[in-house]
């Protein structure tokens, strides 16, 4: 029997909520579609939980590494683990929206390298949503040879989300992905270095509702969109500086104004500036150091107070992320509070 499509995950200490994903899933899954899941070796009880799945459907595979080396070594281990023509990279806590799998193999049949998934986001527990779709597209659209540029432009951003990639397996194997290693983003590796894939098709309607503010690598996001996301970012041969700085500044750190915005989430301090900014900046130093130390619980009262008098409906999630801060205080939440009455 032919497999259509293997859905791929990666999974490290998600227990609770491992299972809800794959509910969502094998409510659509028919003959020619099997999951993949490599564990990288959790110390929670994933592979308990996963345990009876294993038992009751057949098209379910369950891969348990004896040591954790990287979600990108695990997801690039599902795909050469699975037998399917096209390979979805999926989360291990996001949820599949019913009716998702017949719209990707539609576009499968259709024969493209790359079909990109547009996703709704909420909150932790699913509650409520923060935006209704993530990729503000409202039709369909295919980008072919001649469209790469535009595709770099109009998604590099949104791609930073794994659970957004299918992609053909045989082009995934083909592709350099050693040097990704590391990332934490070896799909955008994969899909943009030279040459960039062509042919693609991007959905406009979400499929996916994104689980937000659960990152496994939510503690190191100064590193992660500082540094690695930049690097990888600017990395990229096939695509102009000007296509680039559209998707992210090649130096962010360097920006007074991103670093006020860590310092008000908690993702910047003193420890950072030694660690990441004294390193990376020869004359640069005195803005940052001063940032670095400026009280967080005022940067975050300060910081929301912006988001809620001048921002746009998207700052939903930047406002989330900053009551749920460590550095939130009584004043941020009153506040939040009071605006939403008003």
Known sequence: MEIILSICIATFNRANFISATLDSIIKQVDKNIEIVIVDGASKDNTSKIIEPYLTKYSFIRYYRESKNLGVDRDYNKAVNYSNGKYVWLMTDDDLVKPGAIKKIIRSIINKYNLIIINSEIKNLDMSRVFEERRLKIYRDKVYNKNEIEKFFIDTADYLSFIGSVVIRRDLWKKREKKSYYGSLFIHVGVIFQHPAIDNIKVLSSPQLSIRYGNAMWKPKSFEVWMFNWPKLIWSFKSFSDDSKKKVCLEYPFLSPRILFQNRAHGNYSFYEFQRYIIP???????????????????????????????????????????????KANFLSNILHKWFKRT
């Open 280 to 326: 990376a900046c020869k004359f640069f130093k005195i803005i940052p150091f001063i940032i670095s130390i400026f009280p967080a619980k005022l940067a975050n009262l300060i910081v929301i107070s912006y988001y809620l008098f001048f921002g746009s409906s998207s700052s939903a999630l930047s406002i989330s992320d900053l009551l749920s801060s460590p």
